[in-house]
């Protein structure tokens, strides 16, 4: 008679996680192992992803808002229109702004440091402001039906959002000044 395969060895940071978040009621062993975890490191990456509310209660969260709302109206005018060009650049827009916003709501800005994000959202404004400018001078200069024209007022109501965003980003960022390293502010 063949008896059963002995049951693997469990971390007890396993254990101790499992227990945590309720997933097994009552007392666990496996293999005559505690679940003291007192002695133990644990290397499991947490799963979990904060989410900043408070950012999208802000003026530069609302500013965000505003400016992928502006985009989606400017898109839905131009595919009124059937104006492709100009429907691929505001989708472009949107996707870029919806990036910058996602990255400051799951706080992932924190995580990925490899750039300075204040300074890569600086740049999208003003980019984002001249491309979209030059976009709705075409697009109200050669109108030929009412939803490009309608998109293009849009798209000069958008700048102007893009510029009040630049320049509250350029006012927060300085570039000489020392910061504190507990807070990363200002001293």
Known sequence: MQQPPEPLPVHPAII?????????????KFNNMTDDCSKTTSNIPSLTMEFDTAFLRSLRGVLKLVEMG??????????VASRPKYIAATCMEFVITFSLLL??????????????????DLFN????????????LI??????????????I????????WCVDGYMLFKRITFNQPRTAATGTVK
């Open 16 to 28: 101790q996680r499992a227990r945590k978040h309720k997933l097994f009621a009552g007392s666990l």
């Open 70 to 79: 502006t985009m989606f109206v400017a898109c839905v005018c131009f595919e």
């Open 103 to 120: 990255l400051y709501t799951l706080k992932l800005n924190k995580k990925l440091t490899l750039f300075f994000w204040p300074l890569v």
């Open 125 to 136: 404004s003003l980019f984002a402001a001249v491309f979209i400018l030059i976009l709705s």
């Open 139 to 152: 697009a109200v200069s050669t109108y030929t039906v009412t939803g490009t024209l309608g998109g293009g």
């Open 154 to 161: 849009v798209g000069f109501i958008a700048t102007g959002l």
